[in-house]
C-alpha cells in the first residue's frame, strides 16, 4: 500500500502524525504485514512528541499488555 510507505517515509523523519498513523496501519495489517511490536514502537515514537492520538494508543497497548513490554 502507498500509504503505509509514505508514512514510514515520514515517520523515520520524526513527524509525530507520520509515526502514529504507521503505528495505526502495522496494528491493523493495513497494506502491511500486521506486526504488534513494530506498531507499538511508533506509537512510542508519537507519544514522544507528545502525539495525543499517540500517547492514547500507547496508554491501552500498556494496558493490555500488547505488543511486548516497550522500551
Known amino acids: 500500500m502507498r500509504a503505509a510507505a509514505l508514512f514510514r517515509v515520514a515517520a523515520q523523519a520524526e513527524y509525530a502524525r507520520a509515526q502514529y498513523n504507521l503505528g495505526h496501519v ?3 495489517g493495513i497494506g502491511v504485514d500486521q506486526d504488534l511490536v513494530e506498531a507499538r514502537r ?3 515514537l508519537a507519544a ?3 502525539d495525543l492520538q499517540g500517547l ?3 496508554g491501552l497497548f500498556c494496558l493490555r499488555g500488547t505488543g511486548g513490554s516497550g522500551t
Open 56 to 58: 492514547s494508543t500507547l
Open 48 to 50: 514522544a512528541q507528545d
Open 26 to 28: 502495522c496494528r491493523g
Open 42 to 44: 511508533w506509537f512510542e
